[in-house]
């Protein structure tokens, strides 16, 4: 199978690799959480990897407006934890992840997108990319997410097997959206309804 075929819209394949891939990287970060190269390589794999199934889930191209910013986005916003790795603590002051990882960075994306006609599309691809990224972080074990900052700073969680069962929901719908336009279903639909 060559990479162009792997790479195609309709191929159930890809949606295995990248599930493959986000719960080997989720469950390999979980193990060497101390060693920050590894762990932050695995943790942006994760993340990563995760938005371009929830990508394919929606039908979003992953090389199209859409998922390029979302694919971006759901690895860029970590950048906001550099100055506290530099020893720099102004980000994250009574927070368990910087005040970016909250709701208030999810409205001004929306409210740039309402605002800014041109780069609709990139918006509303960073904005699934950061929930995206938001979500998993709320299913890290021994984490959370400050959502509601400025108005609270206490931190957010979920069971890190709710993140589990949302990853296997996504690629279900993901691959049931391509078995749903596959040219063997199209001549199957166009046949019941008397097409042809």
Same mark, same amino acid.
């Given at each position: 199978?060559?990479?162009?075929? $792997?790479?195609?819209?309709?191929?159930?394949?890809? @949606?295995? @690799?990248?599930?493959?891939?986000?719960?080997?990287?989720?469950?390999?970060?979980?193990?060497?959480? +101390? +060693?920050?190269?590894?762990?932050?390589?695995?943790?942006?794999?994760?993340?990563?990897?995760? +938005?371009? &199934? &929830?990508?394919?889930?929606?039908?979003?191209? $992953?090389?199209g407006r859409v998922g390029r910013a979302a694919l971006v986005a759901s690895v860029?916003?970590?950048?906001?934890?550099?100055?506290?790795?530099?020893?720099?603590?102004?980000?994250?002051?009574?927070?368990?992840?910087?005040?970016?990882?909250?709701?208030?960075?999810?409205?001004?994306?929306?409210?740039?997108?309402?605002?800014?006609?041109?780069?609709?599309?990139?918006?509303?691809?960073?904005?699934?990319?950061?929930?995206?990224?938001f979500w998993r972080d709320l299913g890290e074990t021994g984490s959370g997410v400050?959502?509601?900052?400025?108005?609270?700073?206490?931190?957010?969680?979920?069971?890190?097997?709710?993140?589990?069962?949302? @990853?296997?929901s996504v690629a279900v719908v993901a691959l049931w959206r391509i078995a749903d336009?596959?040219?063997?279903?199209?001549?199957?639909?166009?046949?019941?309804?008397? @097409?042809?």
């Amino acid at each position: 199978m060559t990479w162009r075929r $792997l790479r195609g819209a309709g191929n159930p394949l890809r @949606v295995l @690799v990248l599930l493959a891939l986000l719960l080997l990287a989720d469950w390999a970060y979980a193990r060497v959480h +101390a +060693a920050l190269p590894l762990a932050g390589a695995l943790d942006e794999s994760a993340h990563l990897c995760f +938005a371009a &199934l &929830l990508l394919l889930a929606l039908r979003q191209p $992953l090389g199209g407006r859409v998922g390029r910013a979302a694919l971006v986005a759901s690895v860029a916003i970590d950048i906001d934890h550099v100055p506290g790795e530099l020893g720099a603590g102004w980000l994250t002051v009574g927070t368990p992840r910087p005040y970016t990882h909250s709701l208030a960075t999810l409205l001004l994306v929306t409210l740039a997108a309402i605002a800014w006609r041109r780069r609709r599309l990139e918006l509303i691809g960073a904005l699934l990319g950061l929930t995206a990224h938001f979500w998993r972080d709320l299913g890290e074990t021994g984490s959370g997410v400050a959502l509601l900052w400025p108005l609270s700073s206490h931190s957010d969680s979920v069971p890190h097997s709710a993140f589990l069962a949302s @990853v296997a929901s996504v690629a279900v719908v993901a691959l049931w959206r391509i078995a749903d336009r596959s040219p063997a279903r199209r001549r199957t639909t166009a046949r019941s309804s008397g @097409v042809d």
